[in-house]
């Protein structure tokens, strides 16, 4: 009995020892990822994931939209569908959403290492016999058949393009590249090679340390410094604050989902040269009092620790003193020489008014609302919080009525701010400076200061907090919140709110008074309702993207910065089943 039990537990031991030299559960993906990527994105279960975008109705609405349809039109579409062609014609077939389904199995990572050639490393953990259905698998009879560290692996290039796929499966793990290198490598590291892999660089090191608790569901580790030089991410990235990446070296992003919200945590890690204090911890909870004056009926709200005064005074200018009134121009040809043959005006010019002084020039309103800025910058500005919500004018249009509020240092000077904001106005509201002055008003029920006039312009001081509106109403509900106390849940620097349910009627609404469209002829969605012309902007494109996202009720983000890392929350609140 004794040598029964003793052979049974040697042929158990062996079992496991030939179970883990088969399969690797234990292993972490990146460390079998050769190292030089630019990003880096883990997946628990890559197959789940693609089955419920592929089933959910988003997805059909996405594609049947008028976004999907321009988007189909644009220069990025046609060069992904170009490098999708010659990778298709690297394997011998263009892939479909079943065969990379396949092939997705549960456990997964992608590493990027080139964005103008889409070069990457693929591995995921597929069951093998699920991997003997793959098309790709099947064909590898018609691949070239290489080996290293006696793993084989199978590999085909494309002459016209240069296009290489290498795969194979070893381990419980498909491994596929687009270069033969990088495959040769990622098999290397799976064999117990030296070489340095993308888990051992500092800068997946120290953004996976930073990232407190368990990874996401979708995970992605990002080399911000080595993504900011290159020029097709500076590119295609569609925020274009490329600029702001240079304090970065390297950042990370965890999604998880609940049965009726989306939160994303992120960590961005500063350069050693750009790291510093932060704001400090008075400036914070500036930022949390400030955000208790937010009322329900707001649809916006941001707020900010330790303010930029140049910058905040040009938001308080462009959102209440002096709206924009045209985009710059980013053309990036050089304008049309002169017609020398045609006499100079035109008779657009019988329409230019004579009896009245031109709008001031740029120059002349920035010398304007110098005394202002002045004051701002003296204040020691500690926070800032920007209020908006839209609401109806009539039948047609649709007002965005906004405040800002100013946590300063010290007290305000009333009188001196209501100087300083007259003389910035004069040039644009007033002929020599007939008729601005400060009269008593209303905001509520609560007592503050007009600007008399056409335009309106409300201010009002409490100790150290200035507020700033267009609008009596906002102003007010604003203001009767002062004082009002609510937990604080951490020490952020940043906070901003996006109440979309609120807003998507009224959004919707503008967006089609933009386009001078009407709203019985522009509901339908796809380019076929209009085969000869792009959609509307405004009131078809933008407007057929927030359909497709309405399930989407509002996002709030959270940030919290120390000076070496930026951490932010971003949660998404779901209206219904996520998936639909």
């Not at 009092?289 to 649809?299: C, E, I, M, Q, Y």
């Not at 919080?385 to 509020?405: D, L, N, Y």
């Not at 001196?416 to 040039?427: D, F, G, H, V």
């Not at 109403?473 to 004082?483: I, N, P």
Request: proline content about 5%.
């Amino acid at each position: 009995m004794k040598k029964a039990a003793v052979i049974v537990a040697i042929l158990l031991g062996a079992a496991g020892i030939a179970w883990l030299q088969t399969s690797s559960p234990a292993v972490d993906l990146a460390t079998l990822m050769p190292s030089g990527a630019l990003l880096y994105v883990h997946a628990d279960d890559f197959a789940g994931l693609l089955g419920e975008w592929n089933q959910s109705k988003v997805k059909q609405e996405w594609l049947a939209s008028d976004n999907y349809a321009v988007f189909q039109q644009s220069n990025l579409f046609s060069k992904l569908g170009g490098v999708y062609g010659e990778y298709g014609a690297a394997i011998g077939f263009a892939p479909l959403l079943n065969d990379i389904g396949a092939i997705a199995g549960h456990e997964s990572a992608l590493a990027l290492y080139d964005i103008r050639e889409a070069q990457f490393v693929y591995i995921s953990r597929v069951d093998e016999p699920e991997l003997d259905k793959a098309r790709l698998w099947s064909m590898r009879g018609k691949f070239e058949r290489r080996e290293v560290a006696g793993i084989p692996f199978w590999l085909r290039s494309d002459p016209a393009s240069g296009r290489t796929v290498a795969f194979t499966f070893a381990k419980g793990l498909l491994f596929v590249a687009t270069r033969d290198d990088l495959a040769a490598r990622s098999l290397a590291l799976a064999a117990g090679g030296s070489d340095p892999s993308l888990a051992s660089q500092s800068w997946y090191r120290d953004a996976t340390a930073a990232s407190a608790g368990k990874p996401g569901e979708l995970r992605m580790v990002m080399n911000l410094e080595a993504l900011a030089k290159s020029v097709y991410f500076r590119s295609y990235w569609v925020q274009r604050n490329v600029p702001s990446f240079g304090q970065y070296r390297a950042g990370i992003a965890d999604v998880r989902r609940g049965a009726a919200e989306i939160d994303e945590k992120r960590v961005f890690l500063r350069s050693a040269d750009t790291a510093g204090d932060g704001p400090a911890l008075a400036n914070r909870e500036a930022v949390h009092r400030l955000t208790a004056l937010v009322p329900d009926s707001a649809g916006f709200y941001r707020a900010w620790a330790s303010p930029d005064p140049q910058a905040t005074v040009a938001l308080i200018v462009e959102k209440l003193i002096a709206p924009p009134v045209a985009a710059a121009d980013t053309s990036r040809y050089a304008p049309p020489s002169a017609d020398l043959s045609q006499a100079a005006g035109s008779e657009a010019d019988l329409e230019t008014r004579i009896d009245e002084p031109p709008l001031p020039s740029a120059a002349t309103l920035d010398q304007s609302v110098a005394p202002f800025r002045e004051l701002v910058e003296k204040a020691g500005l500690r926070a800032a919080m920007q209020v908006e919500s839209t609401a109806p004018a009539g039948h047609t249009f649709t007002r965005m009525p906004c405040a800002i509020v100013l946590a300063a240092s010290a007290p305000w000077d009333e009188s001196s701010l209501e100087a300083a904001l007259t003389q910035a106005i004069e040039p644009l509201w007033t002929t020599a400076g007939l008729g601005a002055g400060w009269q008593p008003a209303q905001a509520g029920t609560t007592a503050v200061h007009s600007l008399n006039g056409l335009a309106k312009l409300y201010i009002a001081v409490q100790g150290d907090t200035l507020y700033l509106a267009g609008d009596a109403d906002l102003l007010g509900t604003v203001m009767q919140r002062a004082g009002v106390s609510q937990a604080m849940a951490g020490a952020a620097t940043y906070s901003a709110v996006v109440r979309l349910a609120r807003e998507r009627d009224r959004y919707e609404r503008l967006m089609t008074a933009l386009d001078f469209a009407s709203p019985a002829n522009e509901t339908g969605d796809g380019l076929a309702a209009s085969a000869t012309r792009a959609p509307a902007f405004f009131s078809r494109n933008l407007a057929s993207l927030d359909r497709v996202l309405s399930r989407v009720d509002e996002i709030r983000v959270s940030e919290q910065d120390d000076g070496a890392r930026v951490l932010q929350n971003v949660h998404y609140a779901i209206r219904g089943d996520r998936g639909r």
